[in-house]
């Protein structure tokens, strides 16, 4: 049931003015409730962001994949058995400096991140994530709630001073933490 006294952006399940954390491609997703005249929104907790419209390594060759006719083809025959070579070492990167937990296969199953749909879905997000920081990326210095900014230092995936630092800058209200030695490196 929607809820509220504010006639232009009723709030759902009653919470009125909320601190929204968002992390990874979720700090978009914050930002998108925290800009505009109808943000209700109190304070932002941003952790490990892409903010800005860089281009990618792994964002170019999903959109390949998803947006030629190939995409569906490849889904269903030559990214699977490619993904599945390479998941273990991709997963250990994404963990990396810290170890993999031991029980993660146990936990989320390896054909579970094999799925075609679930590969489609990535593609479509990583496609659109460079959109969607394109536009709201001109909106950050009219924010006027606080944001805290969190990044690791080492996170070769969202490079903190291509997105974090950067944001920091750009954010009246912004406190900025990066800590050394964490973060997510690239799969070799």
Known sequence: MVTGSNPVRPTLIGIEQPVVLGCSWGTLVAFGMAVGAAADVRGLVLVSGYYYPTARATSRSLRRRHFRCWGEVLRYTISPLTVRLLLRRSVEAMFA???????????????????????????????FMIRAAANLCAHYS??????????????????????????HGAVPHSTLVVTPEAGIKQPR
């Open 97 to 127: 400096p810290a170890p993999m937990p031991a029980d993660f296969f146990d936990v989320i199953p390896r054909e579970m991140l094999l799925r075609p749909v679930q590969e489609r879905a990535v593609a479509e997000d990583s496609a």
């Open 142 to 167: 009219d924010l006027k709630m606080p944001a805290s900014i969190f990044a690791g230092g080492d996170d070769k995936v969202v490079g903190p001073e291509a997105n974090s630092i950067r944001l």
